[in-house]
């Protein structure tokens, strides 16, 4: 499957042409048991599917649904941000989409040909998807979090300087301005 075009900036998506595998990349490529998701448990186990067109069906609708929350979770945190941090998420998330897309291209290259390859590639995507998932939902420190401390920190910083001796004043002021 050719490189896939860089998504609009509007979401972080990627369309399969082909049929693909479960999260769960075991270090037996036959082993079919699926590691479970972290951050979306509800999925099918691809393992218990008896043929492998039916785990590769599965995989694909794992995946899929692992895309979709992504793109839901994306769209979310990017409509909380400020205009600056939301062109550097966009740009973030396409080199993060770029690089998920060549790793799991070339994982899925070690089998091409073998009927294994889309279970493989499709394993590689949701795995790596889930673990976006994971890091946009970390939380992140809000831009009033940031005025809040620092203001706090002036604040102490004003107090010390108060109770100091002039030389200690002096040194601290050095201090600061070097850390600054």
Same mark, same amino acid.
């Given at each position: ?53 039916? #785990?590769?069906?599965? $995989?694909?609708?794992?995946?899929? !649904? ?8 994306? /769209? =979310? %945190? ?62 992140? #420190?809000?831009?009033? $979090?940031?005025?809040?401390?620092? !203001? ?8 010390? /300087? =108060? %109770? ?17």
């Amino acid at each position: 499957m050719p490189a896939e075009a860089t998504p609009p900036t509007d979401a972080p998506t990627s369309a399969l042409s082909e049929p693909a595998m479960p999260s769960s990349q075991a270090s037996d490529p036959s082993e079919t048991t699926q590691r479970p998701s972290p951050v979306l448990p509800d999925k099918q186990d691809c393992g218990r599917a008896e043929t492998q067109q039916a #785990m590769n069906r599965c $995989a694909q609708q794992n995946y899929r !649904q692992s895309d979709d929350a992504l793109n839901d979770l994306y /769209q =979310t %945190v990017r409509a909380d941000l400020s205009e600056a941090a939301e062109a550097k998420l966009i740009e973030a998330e396409q080199a993060w989409l770029d690089f998920r897309d060549q790793n799991c291209d070339f994982e899925r290259s070690q089998f091409e040909g073998g009927s294994l390859a889309p279970l493989i590639h499709a394993s590689c995507l949701e795995q790596l998807t889930d673990e976006r998932l994971a890091e946009l939902q970390q939380p992140s #420190m809000p831009e009033t $979090a940031y005025e809040q401390v620092d !203001q706090q920190l002036n604040q102490t910083y004003q107090a010390l /300087q =108060t %109770v100091l001796s002039e030389s200690e004043q002096a040194q601290l002021t050095d201090v600061q301005q070097t850390w600054l």
